[in-house]
């Protein structure tokens, strides 16, 4: 398994489809799986930029985990975003249901990820939402990079304001059984 993280807007589904067509990769958006199968009020807070709850987010997951062969090579994106959600995973990697090759943290400036997400015009891609998105993002998933840290987990920073073909072959570089 591969993690993409970033703030909304930092290129993770880009470098998901980059895998998937480059490699042939499973590839698990959490995005995707929100505007797939999230509705009614739930929907409308997150498109306000709320963030689904752990045990929201976790089932989605595992329903997506169903679904592909856990043992072949896959990309996660968006997940996991908050503490709960981290020690799950970690608790899914330790017990040997799913393989970590690599953790990548996209970091991308508020100023790109605003030009980027209104040029795609997305009906949740608002400057309030946005902001508010950044800063769920500073104050709940930020802070899990340490928790992999402390766990002697490697995370990988990778400068997401580059183009997305720059990002990919960066990231293509840290995975020597391709790269």
């Known amino acids: 398994m591969i993690i993409l993280m970033g703030v ?20 698990i ?12 009020e739930r929907r409308k807070e997150l498109f306000s930029g709320k963030l689904l709850s752990d045990e929201e987010v976790i089932d989605l997951v595992k329903k997506a985990f169903k679904n592909i062969d856990l043992n072949q090579e896959f990309v996660i994106d968006g997940f996991p975003r908050t503490k709960g959600q981290t020690e799950w995973l970690i608790s899914e990697i330790e017990s040997g249901e799913v393989k970590l090759t690599a953790i990548f943290n ?11 997400l209104l040029a795609r015009g997305r009906e949740d891609d608002q400057i309030d939402t946005i ?11 930020l802070p899990i990079i340490s928790v992999f840290k402390e766990r002697g ?7 997401a304001d580059k ?9 293509i570089s840290h995975l020597p059984e391709i790269g």
């Open 153 to 159: 987990i490697k995370v990988i920073d990778i400068d």
């Open 106 to 116: 996209l970091i991308a400036s508020e100023e790109e990820v605003i030009k980027r």
């Open 163 to 171: 183009s997305p073909m720059e990002v990919h072959k960066e990231i």
């Open 131 to 141: 902001k508010t998105r950044f800063e769920e993002f500073k104050s709940k998933t």
């Open 29 to 40: 958006s959490t995005g995707n799986l929100f505007r797939a199968f999230i509705t009614g």
């Open 8 to 27: 909304i807007g930092a290129g993770k589904s880009i470098q998901g489809k980059l895998f998937t067509d480059e490699l042939g990769y499973a590839w």
